[in-house]
């Protein structure tokens, strides 16, 4: 009995490790908005992934202070330019709404460099954790609109096989 209990507990948990992150409602019918911003994000946030911040990395603070800048003003950009991609008149709020949490986890960003570069480790920590709730609806509404290409995520994860990370 208790090797069941712990099989279906593996399972369970295994389960809500790989299951795949939620997705927004579809809402974008605009093909070619959602093309041309997948094209835009496709250029743009390979760059602006970060380098190893894990704490066997070599960065100083300020280095990482810097790398979360060069990021937050490279998804800033990223960012205007997405608003300036013509999209149904209709479609409008939704876009820029979405964007409107770019813009929340962009700042997250920002305050989080000033904590990292003050060396107040606890307070960046905290910092860091602001902009999840906005970085994971921005990414529910883009995967949900087909706008994969776009996930903010993929600018705060090191790709598969890339040592240390956020």
């Known amino acids: 009995m208790i090797g069941v209990f712990v099989l279906l507990s593996a399972v369970v948990l295994g389960y ?13 019918t605009d093909q070619a908005f959602v093309d041309q911003a997948n094209r835009r994000c496709r250029e743009a946030l390979p760059p602006l992934r970060p380098q190893d911040t894990s704490r066997e990395s070599s960065l100083s603070p300020a280095e990482i202070a810097d790398q979360a800048v060069g990021a937050a003003d490279g998804l800033a950009v990223l960012a205007g330019d997405l608003r300036t991609v013509p999209v149904v008149t209709e479609q409008e709020p ?30 960046a920590n905290e910092v860091a954790k602001t902009g999840d709730p906005a970085q994971r609806r921005a990414d529910a509404f883009a995967r949900g609109n087909g706008l994969d290409a776009c996930l903010l995520q993929s600018a705060i994860r090191k790709p598969r096989g890339a040592r240390g990370g956020l």
Do not use: C, H, M, N
């Not at 790989?18 to 809402?27: D, E, F, L, W």
């Not at 409107?100 to 060396?119: E, H, K, N």
């Open 16 to 28: 809500r490790l790989t299951r795949p992150a939620p997705s927004g409602p579809k809402v974008l």
């Open 94 to 123: 939704f876009v820029a709404g979405w964007l409107d949490r770019w813009g929340i986890f962009i700042d997250a960003g920002r305050r989080y460099a000033q904590a990292v570069r003050s060396g107040d480790v606890e307070t």
